[in-house]
């Protein structure tokens, strides 16, 4: 099968287009939506589907008008992956939908497959994944070593359980002045009391490029993993667990379910039980790694992209 695979995002190109590889299927990647270029890939290479993702820099509201137009004047399937939801899909999934009307739609969140059936959608559960060729251990860096890494996007419009993950993992960490790093964007613009706690500036350390994740979740200890759902898992859930990193993440419904406590990763329930849990882990390192190395046995034999596009395939069948 020829899919084009259309994203310019480093995170999802070294996603999907992989999985779909290791499924024997021929990809081409598009990274712009540009009308000639777009037309002409599509009547030279003859997709048999073409696969977007997301919402990023390449989605303007006049890329999506071509890109729905010049995929329906060849008439080639259209499958989308709504990354966004539930969150964000007011103002992304649904304006991306509206423009482009993907022939199937992909959520991470199940909860809202009702909502596109009811319009008539063809819309399935795809949740989040890692690429073992990349979510792998990588060599240890000094600029990143720590007790305890964060890797996350600030922000002042968090879920409230992204609100309560942070309380519960982070807070008794700052407060009690642990050895706690945290990379992303928008930290130093949180709005006074937006979090319930303040994060002093001597704990950040900016932006991370993507391809540099993995290098902080071999030279930390500890990885926090705070959540946007409880019923879902983020994207740096498997990608910490893939690349070798000991988690620690809040006990939410989705966590619980999806991996052993104390077998995979570990759990807090309370920002009481967070620092008991960072205690007893920096203590024991041999426990911590047996349940890395565990963890990362789990994602890569149940949760690559190769099993999400195995699964996508099928849908499309």
């Not at 900016?206 to 540099?212: N, V």
Request: positive net charge.
């Amino acid at each position: 099968m020829k899919i084009l695979f259309i994203e310019i995002d480093t995170q999802y190109l070294l996603g999907l287009p992989a999985g779909f590889q290791k499924q024997g299927c021929q990809v081409r990647i598009l990274s712009n939506i540009e009308e000639k270029g777009l037309n002409r890939v599509l009547e030279e290479y003859k997709p048999d589907f073409v696969m977007t993702v997301g919402w990023t820099k390449i989605h303007s509201r006049k890329n999506l008008e071509v890109l729905g137009r010049l995929i329906k004047k060849h008439g080639v399937k259209h499958a989308y992956w709504a990354t966004e939801d539930p969150g964000w899909m007011d103002r992304w999934t649904l304006p991306y939908i509206e423009s482009t009307h993907p022939d199937f739609i992909f959520t991470i969140d199940r909860v809202v497959l009702p909502y596109y059936r009811e319009r008539g959608y063809k819309a399935h559960y795809l949740p989040w994944a890692c690429n073992p060729d990349f979510h792998q251990p990588a060599a240890e860096k000094d600029e990143y070593r720590c007790d305890i890494a964060l890797v996350a996007t600030g922000g002042n419009d968090w879920s409230d359980c992204r609100k309560k993950s942070v309380q519960i993992l982070l807070k008794p960490l700052v407060e009690n002045n642990y050895n706690v790093l945290i990379w992303g964007k928008r930290w130093d613009t949180l709005k006074p009391g937006v979090l319930g706690f303040d994060v002093e500036t001597k704990y950040l350390r900016g932006k991370l490029p993507y391809l540099e994740t993995n290098h902080v979740y071999s030279s930390a200890k500890i990885v926090l993993g705070v959540q946007n759902t409880t019923t879902e898992l983020t994207a740096r859930t498997y990608e910490v667990l893939g690349a070798g990193g000991f988690l620690l993440a809040p006990a939410t419904t989705a966590v619980i379910k999806t991996f052993k406590p104390g077998r995979n990763l570990a759990v807090s329930r309370s920002e009481e039980e967070t620092l008991s849990m960072v205690d007893y882990y920096l203590s024991h390192e041999d426990e911590r790694m047996k349940i890395a190395l565990k963890g990362q046995k789990v994602v890569y034999a149940n949760h690559t992209y190769s099993h999400r596009a195995a699964e996508i395939l099928k849908a499309l069948s």
